[in-house]
């Protein structure tokens, strides 16, 4: 079913917004330069049917057409284009055939990539708000004023009392002087959107093997035998991944979707399951029951490679198949036909994405996939893994080396071994980067105090908290009162009420982003608001890292348009006025007010070995990017030409400095190959033994290791225990001496190690036990708001609690009301694929606005009926904290019987008021609608503070 598309006159159309007359979507397309739906239908034929087509698009006939090669700014595949600039122009684009990744396909988003090229309805010029209205400042003007406002607000409040989002759409360079501007300030008060798409996958997943990371890449799903998705809509939310999904299910890999809702992706799947939302531990606990009923586990792996498997074992006899289908509603048959698939299937690959982390338990739901995948052997080998897609262009980049709250990058503590490491790296003294902080000790929530310095920030999933809290309930010296949004968009968080009251409380707030955002319209501030136009991805060079962990080099499209500025440059001039940038930019070359990206990924590659961003130098990721027809789709090596043998763009852990030449890691944990041709094991990150228990690898080993049986990380002391220390140079001992193989800057202990064939962090066994966690075993929680009350007693959510990051969480609290009477609908979230993140972008791109005019709902007709809904027709949708949302209604099977589903691109209105008087002239969205955050309600996951929007309930009435 389709939604009832509006009259070219309606408000908020895109049609005459753009050209000022009607027109049909076949004579848009064709006046646009680019039809979408014909690039995004061609990338799906076999490159031997295709072959480049050359438009007329010259604007000049005597001027040179230029080709750019650069990297879609929007989801974390990575496809690669071919931009066309003519007299600084850009007047064309291609799909890039030669990248083992798209293979010259494109989405409809990546193929209207070249608006941001010419957007109008961009933030031009630096802008403040005075008496309520938008007035255009210069640049050195907004930068004074803020700074000054900042330093008294310091000044009175301390450095905390400055929260600010980061970017997961800013490149590897802008992400990390993020991080480095909160600490040269003296907080750790920063985020990014990964808090709220992925980090109960990142803190999961790495407490499970060692790192937090997708561990295989989309291409290898191409030796898939099975492919089971849960929570991922690939379809609409990666596309182009899609097809190495269909290349497999092609090849005869058996494709099984497990989904609340039946979506694009389910309709390609030989299986579909439909269970409850918000289940997902039942349900996977309920498949790992028939595998041990049936003795399909792999004996031999679990005995050398997995800890804890037998407390697994326990949880899940309790899992019988009467109790799943309670909980979950899926029926006996149909959760043993998905686990006999999975076990005659091997290697199987799983896929999850938000639909998996955005929950209360979001790190139970991970860890419940990591044990399934254990069981069955299916980590660290070819075809299988955990295949977590993420969202963002960079938002695995921006995860390893941006601005988290809770570490440094690269992952490093944010325990003064850490700062020390840093210190190091950026040559500052770390007493003086220690008094730049808050010097007073806070509760810790956990019986004990702790100076902010080593304490997690406050993150983007609660700074509204931190804004509205009592001041006494927090653990810093004041509230947050002023806020930073560096790309990113406030309408992909929960709460929309109180975070309208939390920005219309604060003395100053910032937005800085190509486009206004939800955060310049929201609230009805009159003043101490601030605009400032932050150039897009295309506008300025860097890295960013794909889902796979590749690290592609994006070279800049086109100037600046208007007076737009690269995030580096504003890192620098904020720096700058604020005072620090002498010390910041110590090592980092900057030129005319200009900073380097090619010395800023250096001062990477210095600092981050503990994950091995320290072998892709500027210039070995530039030789992959112009070499991309060298690289074999499945495996992603280079077969002859500069960079044989390579894993294209060096896939992170690339360890050692850049002259070893380490290949890039294709497959994380994979014993099969030596660690110099990316093999692995898994990381021993969590001690040698637990209570007695050996953590460490028995019997297993990479290829070609020297130690044949598990070993701990290495460090100077190991080194000399086996003898190795002197394969050292007398300059790496002097590095070395004392240090361990994250914290040594000649990577000499790293070298050393890999020489003889041993990975530099160790050969443990894989944690299905983590002891560390409030369910070390993953236990299944009732959301916060349940449909299924009845079943609270059984499956009670947490305590309250203060945990780490600064503010007290509630949990039994909220779940202690039973609102399902009068809140009887299940409503979840997700993708589309005409739109991007908070969709301020994709919804201000012509091509792609033309494409979806409507927020909406999907509720199955039964409810409709229920609710006295037609199709096509404007509801109410009310959640239980007093949210709502005017929107229309999409009556369709694609939802089951209890559940809606909204799509969360859209912005602009709220609660049913268009706002676009509040947006600068010339600036607003062609599309606009309610948030649907506006009417989702509490709930954070107690690990990450990852929020709950996947499960909560809401009512549907006529509007």
Not at 128 to 144: L, P
Not at 192 to 217: D, E, F, K, L, P
Not at 256 to 272: E, G, K, L, N, S
Not at 329 to 340: D, Q
Request: include cysteine.
């Amino acid at each position: 079913m389709k939604l009832t598309k509006k009259k070219a006159s309606a408000a908020g159309a895109a049609a005459p917004g753009l050209l000022g007359k009607a027109l049909t979507r076949r004579a848009f397309l064709q006046g646009s330069g680019l039809a979408v739906g014909g690039a995004a239908v061609a990338g799906m034929l076999p490159t031997s049917m295709m072959r480049k087509a050359k438009a007329a698009r010259r604007i000049d006939p005597d001027a040179e057409i230029r080709e750019v090669l650069t990297v879609c700014g929007h989801c974390s595949v990575g496809c690669s284009t071919i931009a066309e600039v003519q007299n600084g122009v850009w007047v064309g684009q291609e799909p890039a055939l030669d990248s083992p990744i798209n293979l010259g396909a494109h989405c409809a988003k990546g193929a209207a990539l070249r608006n941001h090229g010419h957007s109008t309805r961009r933030v031009k010029y630096p802008m403040k708000k005075v008496a309520g209205r938008w007035e255009r400042i210069s640049w050195e003007e907004a930068i004074e004023e803020i700074g000054d406002k900042l330093l008294h607000i310091r000044d009175e409040s301390g450095p905390d009392s400055l929260w600010f989002a980061g970017s997961s759409k800013a490149n590897n360079e802008g992400a990390y002087l993020q991080r480095k501007f909160a600490a040269f300030w003296g907080s750790n008060n920063c985020d990014h959107q990964a808090r709220i798409c992925h980090s109960t996958t990142v803190a999961g997943v790495a407490n499970t093997w060692g790192y937090g990371a997708q561990t295989n890449s989309y291409n290898d799903i191409l030796n898939s035998k099975c492919i089971i998705m849960c929570g991922s809509n690939a379809a609409e939310a990666h596309p182009v991944a899609m097809q190495m999904i269909l290349r497999a299910k092609e090849q005869g890999s058996k494709m099984v979707v497990m989904d609340p809702r039946f979506t694009r992706t389910a309709a390609h799947a030989d299986t579909y399951v439909r269970f409850r939302s918000g289940t997902d531990v039942a349900l996977i606990w309920g498949i790992l029951y028939h595998v041990f009923e049936n003795e399909w586990e792999d004996t031999e792996y679990l005995e050398q490679r997995v800890f804890g498997m037998d407390r697994v074992r326990e949880e899940v006899a309790k899992w019988t198949p009467d109790q799943v289908e309670r909980v979950t509603g899926v029926s006996e048959e149909g959760v043993y036909e998905v686990a006999r698939i999975m076990a005659e299937n091997r290697p199987g690959t799983f896929v999850w994405c938000m639909g998996g982390t955005q929950h209360t338990i979001g790190n139970n739901y991970v860890r419940a996939y990591n044990c399934l995948q254990l069981a069955l052997g299916n980590i660290g080998v070819e075809g299988g893994g955990a295949n977590i897609f993420r969202g963002h262009d960079n938002v695995q980049g921006a995860t390893d080396v941006g601005p988290n709250p809770d570490n440094l990058p690269g992952y490093y503590p944010i325990a003064e071994g850490g700062w020390q490491h840093w210190c190091r790296v950026w040559d500052v003294d770390y007493d003086w980067l220690s008094a730049r902080f808050d010097q007073d000790e806070y509760d810790d929530g956990q019986g004990g105090t702790v100076k902010p310095m080593n304490s997690g920030g406050i993150t983007v999933s609660r700074w509204i908290d931190g804004v509205l809290e009592d001041k006494d309930n927090i653990s810093q010296k004041d509230n947050i009162r002023a806020v930073m949004m560096w790309g990113h968009a406030p309408n992909s968080q929960t709460r929309g009420p109180e975070m309208k009251e939390a920005m219309e409380k604060l003395d100053l707030l910032v937005v800085i982003d190509p486009y206004p955002t939800v955060t310049a319209v929201l609230h009805e501030r009159s003043d101490d608001t601030y605009l400032l136009p932050a150039a897009t991805q295309f506008e300025q060079a860097g890295s960013v890292t794909a889902s796979n962990r590749s690290i592609q080099w994006r070279e800049q499209v086109i100037e600046p348009l208007y007076e737009h500025k690269a995030d580096s440059d504003i890192a620098y001039m904020l720096a700058s006025k604020l005072g620090f940038a002498d010390e910041m930019f110590k090592n980092i070359e900057v030129a005319d007010g200009h900073v380097s990206p090619e010395s800023v990924l250096r001062e990477i590659n210095q600092g981050t070995w503990s994950i091995g961003y320290t072998g892709q130098s500027p210039e070995r990721l530039k030789e992959h990017m112009a070499n991309q027809r060298s690289f074999d789709v499945k495996s992603l090596k280079a077969r002859g030409g500069p960079v044989d043998g390579e894993t294209y763009c060096l896939p992170w852990p690339c360890y050692g400095t850049p002259e070893m030449k380490h290949p890039g890691t294709h497959v994380l944990y994979d014993t099969s190959k030596h660690v110099m041709d990316g093999g692995g094991n898994f990381r021993a990150n969590f001690g040698t033994d637990y209570e007695g228990e050996n953590l460490l690898a028995e019997g297993s080993w990479s290829e070609g290791a020297e130690i044949e049986d598990g070993y701990p990380e290495f460090d100077s002391e190991l080194l000399k225990q086996l003898g190795w220390w002197d394969d050292l140079t007398d300059e790496e001992k002097e590095y070395a001496e004392g240090k361990s193989w994250t914290t040594d800057r000649s990577g000499g202990i790293i070298r050393v190690a890999m020489e003889h064939g041993c990975h530099p962090f160790g050969n443990a066994k894989a944690r299905a036990y983590v002891w560390n966690f409030p369910d070390p075993v993953p236990l299944h929680r009732e959301p916060l708001y349940t449909p299924r009350y009845d079943l609270v007693e059984d499956f009670p959510t947490y305590e309250d609690r203060k945990v780490f990051y600064r503010l007290p969480t509630r949990f039994e609290s909220v779940q202690a009301t039973d609102y399902s009477d009068d809140y009887p609908l299940i409503h979840t979230s997700g993708r589309l694929v005409e739109y991007e993140g908070g969709g301020e972008e994709t919804r201000s791109n012509p091509w792609l606005a033309e494409l979806k005019q409507d927020m909406f709902v999907e509720i199955n007709p039964a409810d409709a009926n229920d609710a006295g809904v037609r199709n096509g027709q404007m509801v109410w949708l009310e959640g239980p904290e007093g949210g709502r949302i005017r929107i229309k209604a999409l009556v369709t099977d694609r939802v089951g019987r209890g559940t809606v589903f909204t799509p969360f691109h859209f912005g602009g209105h709220f609660q049913g008021e268009d706002l676009i008087d509040r947006y600068p002239e010339g600036a607003a969205p062609y599309v606009r609608g309610d948030s649907t955050n506006t009417a989702t309600t509490y709930g954070y996951d107690s690990v990450t503070m990852m929020q709950e929007t996947k499960t909560t309930l809401c009512r549907v009435t006529p509007a």
